[in-house]
């Protein structure tokens, strides 16, 4: 399992509101490695480069607070992602990522990096994202 965490200058109920939908999750993605990108606002599908298929599905939302993915049957590495939110202050959220990889021990270190540039990708996109203009939509 890997944590990763992640300061956001918004208010989690517009974080929270981008990230509950996939079709937002588009401008995430490293256009140069992800292609065939199809989203619905619980599910999404995508192919990404060396890697194959993927598809994931939003299996929770708690309002303001968690919203947590699962990989579709489809997809090569089954694993579970829980996206957190925590306010401290009117625009100043905390984002915590947790990713959960079903995987044996021997796969482990062949995925681990691939994960960890996922999520750190991730990360930095949602920090790059110009909320105050979503919230004023």
């Known amino acids: 399992m890997a944590k990763f965490e992640s300061k956001v200058e918004e208010k ?3 974080i929270f509101n981008f990230l509950a939908d996939f079709n937002n999750y588009e401008k995430l993605i490293p256009a140069d490695r992800v292609t065939q990108w199809e ?3 619980d599910k999404c599908s995508f192919t990404v480069e060396g890697l194959g298929h ?3 599905e939003i299996i ?3 309002a303001h607070k968690l919203i947590k993915i699962s990989s579709d049957k489809q ?3 089954q694993f579970t992602m829980w996206i957190q939110l925590k306010q401290l202050a009117e625009v100043n959220t905390r984002i915590k990522i947790t990713l959960d ?3 044996n021990a021997m796969m482990l270190p062949m995925v681990k990096k691939p994960l960890q540039e996922f999520i750190d990708t991730l990360v930095e996109q949602l920090e790059n994202i110009p ?5 004023d939509q």
């Open 54 to 56: 993927a598809g994931l």
């Open 75 to 77: 997809t090569m590495l």
């Open 60 to 62: 929770e939302r708690e």
């Open 12 to 14: 989690n109920e517009v």
């Open 101 to 103: 990889v079903n995987i």
């Open 39 to 41: 989203s619905a606002p």
């Open 131 to 135: 909320f105050k203009d979503l919230a």
